[in-house]
């Protein structure tokens, strides 16, 4: 069965480890949406390897792996990126990217930063350029990776972007970005990635009327989606279920189950509102056992308790069949844990997810607290084994949100992961 893997919280929910773990079952893994702002953390035998662009399939030489067309790429961080997997002896003759993937340009980087600095609403971006590269998508000027590698086009079709945008910085007060110093970079780039680029409508299609099996690999999370996040501190994309489709050409038919992946607790990164964050010891203790940085920026994260409204949210405009809950360790030494049931707003309470941000910002949590399991969960392999409390804290997030919770991860090793029987 084709699956879909999504973030259900503000991303770094742990998808690069439940990827990788359901990766092996998989004959094609499709990126469809975002940018090298992702970071989805694999490990290659010992070795731990941070992916922003490859799918985390790319070590399985039987899978296909595939960049489809609705991610932005920056060619030089694509090729750095491949030149690092090339280096640990990982051949990469089943890579394929999509020849309309749009391409982060120099000066998309630098709109980034002066768009930011601008801002009334900063948005804490990860400073890659992936929301003015989707801006020029949507206003019809991008420039795709088929024109980079068609070497007398790519000159022709940036040259007049550039002059553009740089008159914007300049007027922010930011450095123009001269095409000169770029260009025999990005046209170097695109000779080195020209032989993994082609037509993946075509190919995705062909692979999945022979029967072949999907994994559909989603960057950022639910909560971050342009349309259904907490806008406007959202990125540009759709990581959300429909993404898949406007990101690959392929249609809902392909699509056969969604696996939504979850924290024990949550996370965010950036700006924006976060109803259940902790600005005391015990989101500072979340942070450093669960080693909330960003995998991209080294940023902290912000950390807070599990929020059943926004859960369920991404649940259900995502269709989600069963969760992969992640970390669950990190919630080990703690006393109680806390989980928001629903929200106060206005002196009522509400279950409904105010997505844009004027109102989320107002809610208070309502709380529901559980007692603390207080015992090293790393090493269970059988679910019998977990603590009491630890069940039950499952069964309640299973039997608020209707969904079965299907594999529960310990700690990063791919060992570490409980599946259940969900079905
Ligand atoms: P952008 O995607 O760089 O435009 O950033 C927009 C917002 O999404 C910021 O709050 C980022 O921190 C957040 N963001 C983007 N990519 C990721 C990710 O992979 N994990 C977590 N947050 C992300």
Same mark, same amino acid.
């Given at each position: 069965m084709n699956i879909v893997v999504l973030g259900?919280?503000? /991303?770094? $929910?742990?998808k690069g480890k439940a990827i990788d773990y359901l990766a092996?079952? %998989?004959?094609v893994i499709v990126r469809y949406q975002g940018g090298h702002n992702a970071g989805h953390t694999v490990y290659h035998g010992d070795r731990k390897v941070i992916l922003h !662009?490859? =799918? @985390?399939? +790319? %070590? @399985? =030489?039987?899978t296909v792996s595939v960049i489809a067309s609705s991610v932005v790429i920056n060619p030089i961080h694509l090729v750095s990126e491949i030149n690092g997997i090339l280096a640990? #002896?990982?051949?990469?003759?089943k890579l394929v990217i999509s020849e309309l993937a749009p391409l982060i340009l120099p000066f998309h980087q630098q709109l980034d930063i002066v768009f930011e600095e601008s801002r009334?609403?900063?948005? #804490?971006?990860?400073?890659?350029?992936i929301g003015p590269a989707y801006e020029d998508l949507a206003g019809r000027r991008a420039v795709f990776m088929r024109d980079l590698v068609d070497e007398n086009d790519f000159y022709h079709q940036v040259k007049p972007l550039s002059e553009y945008y740089n008159k914007i910085i300049q007027a922010c007060g930011g450095a123009p970005v001269l095409i000169e110093s770029y260009l025999d970079d990005y046209l170097a780039a695109g000779r080195f990635l020209k032989p993994y680029v082609r037509n993946t409508i075509y190919l995705l299609n062909r692979l999945h009327e022979e029967r072949k099996s999907f994994l559909f690999e989603g960057a950022q999370g639910a909560l971050l989606d +342009?349309?259904? /996040?907490?806008y406007p501190f959202?990125? @540009? @994309? &759709? =990581?959300? *279920?429909g993404g898949v489709l406007i990101g690959t050409g !392929?249609? &809902?038919?392909? +699509?056969g189950k969604v696996i939504g992946i979850s924290k024990a607790y949550a996370t965010r990164v950036g700006e924006g509102p976060f109803p259940t964050e902790l600005k005391d010891a015990t989101g500072d203790r979340l942070r450093e056992k669960g080693d909330e940085? #960003?995998?991209?920026?080294g940023r902290p994260r912000r950390v807070g308790w599990l929020d059943m409204v926004a859960l369920k949210y991404a649940l259900m405009v995502n269709g989600v069949d069963s969760i992969f809950l992640?970390?669950?360790?990190?919630?080990?030494?703690?006393d109680e844990i806390r989980v928001a049931v629903a929200y106060e707003l206005d002196g009522a309470q509400t $279950?409904? %997810? $105010?997505? &844009? &941000?004027n109102r989320l910002q107002k809610v208070r949590p309502v709380y529901r607290a559980f007692p603390g399991w207080?015992?090293?969960?790393?090493?269970?392999?059988? $679910?019998?084994?977990?603590p009491k409390e630890t069940r039950d804290y499952l069964r309640f997030i299973e039997e608020s949100?209707? *969904? =079965?919770?299907e594999y529960i991860s310990i700690?990063?090793?791919?060992?570490?992961t409980i599946r259940r029987n969900s079905e």
């Open positions: 259900l919280q503000w /991303g770094d $929910e742990g092996g079952n %998989f004959d !662009l490859l =799918p @985390s399939g +790319i %070590f @399985s =030489p039987s640990l #002896g990982v051949g990469l003759d009334y609403l900063k948005i #804490g971006t990860t400073k890659r350029g +342009i349309s259904l /996040g907490t959202v990125t @540009s @994309s &759709h =990581p959300t *279920v !392929l249609s &809902h038919k392909a +699509i940085y #960003g995998s991209t920026t992640t970390k669950l360790d990190v919630l080990d030494d703690l $279950e409904i %997810f $105010e997505s &844009h &941000h207080k015992k090293a969960t790393s090493g269970i392999k059988r $679910e019998n084994d977990l949100t209707r *969904v =079965p919770i700690g990063s090793g791919r060992d570490q």
